[in-house]
C-alpha cells in the first residue's frame, strides 16, 4: 500500500518539477536571460522524487523466489512431471462423467 | 473466486505442466465468461489454448469448439491450429479418421513434432501398441532431446513389463534433465522392478542427496523429510531389505551392493520415523503412522 503511494508522490513530483522548470525557463526567456540558472527548489523536489521513486519501486518489487533447482523441484509433483501432455490421450470418460445432467443423452 | 486469482491459477498449471483438467476449466469459462482473456495480450492465446484442451478432456465440447474459433479466427494455416483441430476430432471422431488427418499433414511436412506425437498418442490409444513403439522410436531417433517422447517410450515399455529397455529409455532422459529428481526416483524405481537391487539403491540415495542437500543450516537430525524424499526413503529401505535377504545377488549392470548395508537400513528406518511423526498441520498425527512404524521396526533379514 506504501509502495504505490511512494510511487504515486514520486510521479507527481517529478511531473511538476519538469513542469515548474518549463515554466521558469519561459519566464527567463521572457525576461531575456536564457543562461539564468534553475532555482535550487526545482533540484531539491527532483531528487526528493528519485529518493522516493527508489524507495517504492524497491518495496514493490514482486517477492523474491529461491535460485536453487532443489528448492524449484520442493514446488513441483509426480504428475506434473508425468504429464506427457503432447501424447496425452483425449478420449476419455470425462465427457461421460462431467457432462451436465441435463443434456438427456450420454 | 476473482479473475486475477484465476488467471494465476492458469499461469501456474501452464507452468508446472499439470493436467488438472477440472479445475483449469473451471478458472478458464470463469475468465472467458468475464472477458478477462482480452486482457492479456499475448498470453491470451496461450490461455485459450489451455482452456480448450481443459474443455476437451472434461468433456463441454461447446466451450472448446468456441475457444478454438476463437484461435483459429487469429492464426490462419498455423501448425498448432492444426494440431488443436486434430485433437478436437480425436474426441468425437473415429480414430481413423484421425490419423488419416494426420496423415495428411505428416506427408505435407515430416517433421511436424507435435502431430507426430499425436498420431503416436492416437496409436497407442487404439492398442496398435507395437505400430505405436516403432514410430516413437523412430520420433526419438530424430528428436533426440525431446524428453517427453523418452519419457513415453519408457511408459510403453514399463506397461509391456520390458523394465530393462525402460531403464534404457530413462538413462536417455536423465542425460538430458540431469537436474530433475523426479526422473531419477522413476529410474530407481524401475530398476527395482527390474530386481537390479544395488543400483536401485545407489539412484534412490541419488534422489535423497538431490532433494534434501539444501538444509545447510539446519543439521539432518533436525530436518524432516517431505515429498518424494520420503518415497526415496522406502525404496532404499525395500532394496536394503532385498539386498540381505539374497547374499548372491547378480546385478544386470554390475552394480556393487553397498558396503554398510545395516547402517543404512537404520538410517532409513530412522528418516522415515522423523517423516511420519513430524506433526501435520492441524497438529494431527500422519495416515498411517502405525504401520509405518511396525513395518520399519521389522529387522533386515
Avoid at chain 2, 539412484?203 to 518415497?231: H, K, Y
Wanted: charged fraction near 20%; proline fraction near 4%.
Amino acid at each position: 500500500m506504501i509502495e504505490k503511494l511512494f510511487l504515486t508522490l514520486a510521479t507527481l513530483a517529478l511531473l511538476h518539477a519538469a513542469y515548474s522548470t518549463y515554466e521558469h525557463l519561459s519566464l527567463l526567456k521572457a525576461l531575456g536571460k536564457p543562461e539564468g540558472s534553475l532555482p535550487l527548489n526545482i533540484v531539491y523536489e527532483s531528487i526528493l522524487a528519485l529518493i522516493l521513486g527508489l524507495l517504492g519501486a524497491s518495496l514493490n518489487a514482486p517477492p523474491l523466489k529461491d535460485i536453487t533447482w532443489a528448492s524449484e523441484m520442493k514446488k513441483r509433483t509426480i504428475d506434473g512431471m508425468d504429464s506427457r501432455l503432447g501424447f496425452a490421450h483425449y478420449k476419455s470418460r470425462g465427457k461421460f462423467l462431467f457432462a451436465s445432467p441435463h443434456d438427456g443423452k450420454i | 473466486m476473482s479473475l486475477q486469482s484465476a488467471l494465476e491459477r492458469l499461469a501456474t498449471y501452464r507452468a508446472n505442466n499439470t493436467r488438472a483438467s477440472q479445475d483449469i476449466f473451471r478458472n478458464g469459462l470463469l475468465v472467458l465468461q468475464k472477458s478477462g482473456f482480452k486482457k492479456l495480450g499475448d498470453d491470451a492465446w496461450i490461455s485459450l489454448e489451455q482452456l480448450a484442451l481443459a474443455s476437451i478432456d472434461v468433456g463441454r465440447l461447446d466451450i472448446a469448439d468456441q475457444c478454438l474459433q476463437l484461435i483459429a479466427d487469429n492464426f490462419p494455416n498455423s501448425p498448432r491450429v492444426d494440431c488443436l483441430i486434430g485433437i478436437r476430432m480425436e474426441a468425437t471422431e473415429p480414430p481413423e479418421t484421425a490419423l488419416k488427418y494426420y496423415a495428411d499433414i505428416l506427408e505435407a511436412d515430416s517433421a511436424n513434432v507435435a502431430i507426430w506425437k499425436r498420431r503416436i498418442s492416437v496409436l497407442r490409444r487404439t492398442g496398435k501398441v507395437e505400430k505405436a513403439l516403432n514410430e516413437l522410436v523412430q520420433f526419438v531417433d530424430t528428436f533426440y532431446t525431446d524428453v517427453e517422447g523418452w519419457l513415453e517410450l519408457a511408459d510403453i515399455y514399463a506397461s509391456c513389463n520390458q523394465y530393462d529397455h525402460s531403464f534404457q529409455a530413462l538413462s536417455h532422459v536423465l542425460l538430458l534433465t540431469p537436474q530433475n529428481p523426479f526422473y531419477v526416483l522413476q529410474a530407481a524405481e524401475t530398476a527395482y522392478t527390474s530386481e537390479d537391487f544395488p543400483l536401485a539403491i545407489k539412484m534412490f540415495l541419488t534422489v535423497v542427496d538431490m532433494t534434501d542437500a539444501d538444509d545447510s543450516e539446519q543439521l539432518l537430525q533436525e530436518s524432516t523429510p517431505l515429498g518424494i524424499t520420503v518415497r526415496a526413503w522406502f525404496g532404499v529401505k525395500l532394496c536394503a531389505r532385498r539386498i540381505a535377504q539374497n547374499a548372491n545377488l547378480k546385478s544386470s549392470s554390475n552394480t556393487s551392493a553397498p558396503k554398510n548395508l545395516g547402517l543404512l537400513d537404520e538410517l532409513a528406518a530412522e528418516r522415515l520415523r522423523v517423516a511420519y511423526s513430524s506433526s501435520g498441520q492441524k497438529g494431527e498425527i500422519a495416515k498411517g503412522r502405525q504401520e509405518v512404524f511396525a513395518w520399519v521396526a521389522t529387522p533386515l533379514a
